[in-house]
């Protein structure tokens, strides 16, 4: 039946370029940002999920910055703990060639009071940032340890947990004291007895700069760590919100063509109407 006052063929027309118009915008959305899920009007659930991802990536490009500050700070006591166990097996050459009569031991005595100093002046200067790890104090503030933000665990919908890495002080500066420690050598008794001395002082420093070694490697490896697991988020992300442009190219060629049709249709139902005026003719 023909109608002048409803025009059902229109009416669907309508409908199918209603859809295709919609449909073309979304795809539109999906070029112009490169996202299927931007917003959460697109997917409430992938939406927040993406987001508390992306805010756990934030806080992992932090825990970078933080673990790039404990290993500089590491590596510099590291670095210095090492040139310190040179001083001391330097010191003990001087010892050694002590031990003999025919030697002047005062002037032994004040090539070892110089690298002494030396070493003194290293362990004061071993610092980064503020922070010390070859001092009593390392921070000034009455510290015996360095606190570097490694990870942030979360388990199921509870608030992540912070998680550090402590590297405490190997206190060189009160273990090692060899102005105080070290007998000052006058002859050969007390060039054997400093011997036995520096022996102590040197398995100390080598101690020292070993665990400094370890808590640098552990460091770095937490750092790599965190480097991947960020490129691994950063990749679910994506997998969840990215928008697959070949598909969205595809789907849009194929959107323009149903418009055009749908155009096309819309305009045979609009003339339909006219068709019933022949009939009065």
Known sequence: ???????????????????????????????????????????????????????????????????????????????????????????????????????????????????????????????????????????????????????????????????KITVKTVDFEADLDLETNLTEITNVTSAATALDEIEGFIQTAITGAAALGASAARIDSQSQFVAKLTDSMNAGIGALVDADMEAASARLQALQVQQQLATQSLSIANQQPQNILALFR
Request: glycine share 10%; hydrophobic share 45%; no cysteine.
């Open 1 to 163: 039946m023909s109608s002048i006052l409803t025009n059902s063929g229109a009416m669907v027309a309508l409908q199918t370029m209603r859809g295709i118009n919609k449909d073309m915008a979304q795809t539109q959305s999906e070029i112009a940002t490169g996202k299927k899920v931007a917003t959460a009007q697109d997917n409430a659930s992938t939406w927040a999920i993406s987001k508390v991802m992306e805010s756990d990536v934030a806080g992992f490009k932090a825990i970078s910055d933080s673990l790039a500050l404990g290993k500089a700070t590491v590596g510099v006591a590291s670095a210095a703990a090492e040139q310190i166990v040179g001083e001391l097996n330097d010191i003990k050459q001087l010892i050694i060639s002590a031990q003999s009569e025919n030697v002047d031991h005062e002037k032994i005595q004040n090539d070892i009071a110089e690298r002494t100093a030396q070493i003194s002046a290293i362990i004061g200067g071993a610092q980064f940032n503020g922070a010390n790890l070859l001092a009593t104090d390392v921070d000034g503030a009455g510290a015996d340890s360095v606190g570097v933000l490694a990870s942030l665990d979360r388990v199921g919908s509870g608030d992540p947990a912070a998680t």
